[in-house]
């Protein structure tokens, strides 16, 4: 029986469905119309789902991924937050038994590696012996080093051991030099294995780290936390451990607490509001489409009274109505979901391509099974959604006005036309919200484009030469070796100066940390700078005071620095600071003597504040200065110098790894984020305005048909044509007003979304809200023309014939 | 059997109130054909409508088959006109988007009907003389085979009770005059009670019985 029951309902169900898509076949316009709309809010929405999923929702890929947590450290004063520890705490952190299976740590980057016939930039982390234990990693070939290999062993990724060491069974055995200190190759890590992000080569650090040191953050901690602690319990008992180590070592651990941090969200920490923003954008996109065909079904429902009033007469109740009504919404879902579905695939590409090299994660951004649910939930859900309003509507009709009303001609007025018009002005009122979002977004990447960097960027090529040294005469002999090609490359024909740093700004590397100075108990945090002579000239960075450095700035001369301005003035206030001496923990303990001032520099990128830097020559501290970055201005075109510049350094050191860009490209890199989140807002802006376009445009053309003999009517009294094109652009206006209104009310209530992206705008900027208004004054007009063009040109003879 | 007692319906315009129907009482035995006749505004139309249970009356009683239907909520009067009434409307009211055969299918599957309903469609169509019409849709069609399509859904779930508005009111007097012939033909056939409202007088005279209404009364009931 209930087998039966069973086949019947599906029959019922599948006849229903026929039926549906087969009513929609005979509207091709309105149906390639609804399908279109809701492919893009589908489509948008499911690629952008797949970001989200693969970003900020997918576990690790590791055994208990819940257990993996990184070790973060916080300062209850300023609240600020770094993901390093200081090697002095990390010994006591490791301490934790009690919530702690095991503890790892790792410092490293990208470094420049000597292979047997050439030397290349490879991701490279030293690793303590515990680290491949929080991950419950195992190896692909080979094995895991132990704690008495450490300085002598690598454990390497198989795209390194294919790249580099002939192949993941070639790779075992095998000798890699970093800085000219050779390491075995002991081990082959799974495809999968990728922590941190991009590592290549995974080296042996010993089980404690060099730098005891607690104030200098060096490394990165990693941890598996015990079966049955949590992260909140273990950040718990960590406070606890800080607030000893704040008694023990007050000078330096004053304010200072750490945290256990799920190891996805401390990866995935500076993208997460990003990623968060375009998912909700793009929910407002499907929104809209939602409401659209909403609308479109609403004013289809309405020339069906008849029909539905038949179907009542002939015994269909309303559930049956509703049924029938959400049956066909279902089939327009399913036809929009699966055409959305089809466009994520190359929504995915798209977004890949567009998103920055350094989003976390994005090489897992693909359309697989929990997408493909996400895609046909949302088609499902948004089927039910904008069939809600129709089928609503329909259930209200009464049979017996149904069964008088004309088949083709709906109603004007009444419940269902305030619906569309809410709909409409719904529509509106998210897509202003989308509008002001994108238009804020807009306006910050151009202020970021605009903000003065304190350096100029054209024409500087940038090489990131790394020279192999592991002992002080190596690093003496490699800024030898760096003087010498500096003097070599000024020479080459295009070249207008050239000259060394480390700590570019928006480069890759650079180095922080606390600074002291004479006769002041007080320390202070400051960028650390190494700079060669005629560094500043190059960048184009004023020397405000003092000198620069020279060639006289040698290891075994009187060290020198030079500040930036704002140190300058926060350390000696209304003081001339040169001649003032001040040290800082780099790598050295010797007091330098301050020699000059320089301008203010935005260090970290456009986006963030010119801070205190301290410039130290190259040459004075050779333990850090094996890897520069050399800055060459050039005449013409900085990339057409490439092979010049790689050409002459090899040729003066064959085993220096080299990589090369340019300043620009760097600066442009350095807001890759902001402008890939304005890119992608403002795309899907764009498309909620179209849709809310369509929408205003539909609910006029309705209005207009609806009207027809009554403007027929008006036009036959004496009214002009420009009095019918008034009044319809009035109805519009009113649509548009009422959308603003609550346009203004959602743009305020999300300011606080985007708040922290903004540079140099107010996230209630009101030149933002005004342009934002113009685009619907816009649309709204647009949308509204050919309607009221076409309610000018109605014949009142032919109008009122029709009636 | 339909029963009628002191049936009204008023109707309010918002200034003021019209009554439609003033105190009706009828009684229709099973089997019978009875026709309503009256001028335009007499009422007809409205009392087929409450004796089919499409509206509500304003005060009264209505009983099919000894079923009280006044003040029933919609969704049960939905399901007791799918299993007791049929129609046939002046303007056909044929679904758009459904073919004829799918179209005379639809009272059946509203009311769950079993799997033989494809079979009785193509059985009525065929009686009508619409057998090759079926995969047609309604727009493919001429007034008068639209009706007949009408006259073969009205049929489908043999129902007890027939209500024809005005069944030849939009036809040609041939094509009426064949619609008429296959609704009394189906209706003996069927042995159901067929209430039709009409102006045609011709048409009455075909009819068991002529109730005739003026100003919302019946002012005339002759067999």
């Known amino acids: 029986m209930n087998a039966n029951l069973s086949r019947i309902v599906i029959k ?36 952008m789902f ?34 390093r520890v200081s090697g002095g705490d990390y010994i006591d952190l490791v301490q934790a038994h009690d919530i702690f299976d095991a503890v790892g740590r790792f410092h490293g980057g990208e470094v420049g590696v000597q292979l047997r016939d050439r030397a290349e930039w490879a991701d490279s982390y030293w690793v303590s012996p515990d680290f491949f234990r929080v991950f419950e990693a195992a190896p692909l070939a080979g094995r895991m080093f132990t704690a008495a290999e450490a300085e002598r062993s690598v454990v390497v990724s198989p795209s390194f051991a ?88 007050p000078a330096e651990n004053k304010a200072k607490l750490f945290a256990a941090i799920p190891v996805r969200d401390n990866v995935v920490r500076k993208v997460r509001s990003t990623v968060v923003l375009l998912m909700a954008a793009v929910l407002l996109v ?36 509703v049924a029938q009504m959400l049956m066909e919404s279902l089939a327009l879902g399913l036809a929009g979901g699966i055409a959305g579905i089809a466009a994520a695939y190359g929504g995915v590409r798209a977004v890949q391509w567009l998103a920055p090299e350094n989003l976390p994660r994005m090489g897992d951004v693909r359309v697989d099974w929990t997408v493909l649910a996400f895609g046909i939930a949302v088609s499902v859900l948004s089927s039910v959604l904008f069939g809600l309003a129709p089928a609503s509507q329909a259930l209200r ?50 202020e970021l484009n605009a903000a003065p960097l304190g350096f100029r960027t054209e024409n500087i090529l940038v090489t990131y030469a790394h020279s192999p040294a592991n002992t002080m005469p190596k690093m003496l002999a490699s800024t030898r070796f760096f003087e010498q090609a500096l003097g070599e490359i000024e020479h080459l024909p295009g070249v207008k100066s050239a000259s060394a740093a480390m700590g570019l700004p928006a480069g890759r590397y650079g180095s922080n940390g606390y600074y002291g100075i004479d006769g002041l108990n007080v320390q202070r945090e400051a960028g650390f700078r190494l700079a060669s002579p005629r560094y500043f000239d190059t960048m184009g960075i004023p020397l405000l005071r003092g000198r620069d450095f020279t060639v006289a700035d040698q290891y075994d001369q009187p060290f020198v620095a030079i500040v930036s301005d704002s140190l300058a003035k926060k350390s000696f206030p209304n003081q001339d600071p040169i001649g003032h001496k001040i040290i800082c923990g780099l790598d050295s303990d010797k007091w330098m003597t301050i020699v000059g001032v320089v301008g203010e520099v935005r260090s970290d990128g456009p986006g963030q504040a010119p801070g205190p830097e301290l410039y130290m020559p190259f040459q004075q501290h050779p333990i850090m200065a094996n890897e520069l970055q050399i800055a060459v201005r050039t005449t013409s075109a900085p990339e057409a110098m490439t092979n010049a510049v790689e050409r002459k350094i090899r040729s003066l050191n064959p085993e220096i790894a080299l990589k090369t860009t340019t300043l620009s490209a760097m600066i442009s890199d350095s807001i890759a984020t902001p402008r890939f989140r304005t890119f992608l807002v403002a795309v899907f802006a764009g498309v909620a305005l179209l849709l809310a376009m369509a929408g205003v445009y539909g609910v006029m053309a309705y209005l207009v048909t609806q009207r027809t003999a ?87 003879a032919v109008a009122l014939r029709q009636d | 059997m339909i029963q009628v007692r002191g049936l009204t319906k008023t109707i309010s315009t918002g200034t003021h109130r019209v009554e439609i129907l003033r105190g009706i009482d009828l009684d229709i035995p099973k089997g019978q054909v009875a026709a309503i006749l009256g001028p335009s505004g007499s009422g007809k139309t409205t009392l087929l409508g409450l004796l089919a249970g499409l509206d509500s009356p304003t005060s009264g009683s209505i009983l099919l088959d000894g079923e009280e239907i006044a003040g029933l909520p919609e969704d049960r009067m939905a399901e007791l006109r799918g299993r007791k009434i049929g129609f046939v409307f002046q303007s056909y009211h ?7 055969e799918e179209n005379v299918l639809l009272p059946y ?110 002012v005339a009931d002759e067999p």
């Open chain 1, 12 to 47: 019922m169900i599948w006849v229903q469905l026929r039926q549906s898509f087969r009513a929609l076949g005979r509207e091709p316009g309105f149906t390639a119309f609804a399908i279109l709309t809701l492919a893009l809010g589908i489509g948008a929405s499911t690629a």
């Open chain 1, 50 to 83: 797949s970001v989200f999923h693969a970003v900020l929702l997918a576990p690790v890929p590791f055994a208990d991924p819940q257990r993996v947590v990184a070790i973060n450290t916080r300062w209850t004063d300023t609240g600020r937050v770094t993901i």
């Open chain 1, 162 to 249: 294919r790249r580099a060491l002939s192949g993941v069974d070639k790779a075992i055995g095998q000798i890699v030099h970093i800085d000219t200190h050779p390491y075995e190759v002991v081990g082959v890590m799974p495809e999968g294995f990728a922590f941190p992000a991009k590592a290549e080569i995974w080296a042996a650090s010993p089980q404690m780290p060099d730098n005891r040191n607690r104030t200098a953050f060096n490394y990165q901690a990693v941890a598996r936390l015990i079966a049955g602690v949590t992260p909140a319990q273990a950040t718990t008992r960590l406070e606890t451990l800080g607030v000893q180590l704040a008694k023990a070592y």
């Open chain 1, 286 to 321: 499907l929104l809209i489409s939602c409401a659209n065909v909403a609308h479109l079904l609403l004013a289809r429902a309405a020339t069906r009274t008849r029909e539905f009033a038949v179907r009542a007469a002939l015994g269909a109740g309303g559930a049956r109505i």
């Open chain 1, 397 to 446: 009709n009464d049979v017996q006005d149904g069964l008088r009303a004309s088949s083709g001609r709906g109603v004007v007025g009444g419940r269902s036309a305030r619906l569309r018009n809410t709909l409409v002005a719904c529509e509106i009122a998210l897509s202003f919200a989308l509008a002001v979002g994108a238009g804020l977004l807009v306006r910050s990447f151009v």
């Open chain 1, 710 to 796: 009554e403007l027929g009517l008006r036009m036959a009294l004496g009214s002009a044509p420009s009095r019918v094109v008034a009044l319809v652009l009035a109805r519009a206006g009113t649509l548009a007003a009422t959308g603003l209104a609550g346009g203004i009310a959602l743009a305020a209530a999300g300011s606080h979304l985007i708040e922290s992206m903004l540079f140099g705008v107010q996230a209630t900027d009101a030149f933002g809200y005004a342009i934002a208004a113009c685009a619907i004054a816009l649309i709204t007009i647009a949308a509204a023309a050919i309607p009221a063009w076409r309610a000018a040109r109605i014949d009142p």
């Open chain 2, 94 to 100: 044929l679904i758009p988007t459904l073919t004829a």
């Open chain 2, 109 to 218: 599957e509203l009311t769950g009907g079993g799997p033989d309903g494809a079979s009785r469609a193509r059985e009525l169509l065929a009686s009508v003389g619409l057998a090759e019409r079926g995969e047609h849709y309604p727009v493919q069609l001429s007034g008068g085979e639209q009706q007949r399509v009408a006259l073969a859904r009205a049929f489908i779930t043999r129902p007890p009770i027939l209500f024809a508005d005005e069944p030849t009111g939009n036809l040609d007097s041939e094509n009426g005059s064949r619609i008429l012939d296959l609704l009394f033909d189906m209706n003996r056939r069927g042995g159901s009670t067929l209430v039709l409202v009409t102006h045609d007088q011709e048409l009455a005279l075909r009819a068991d019985r002529r109730i005739t209404l003026r100003d919302g009364r019946v």
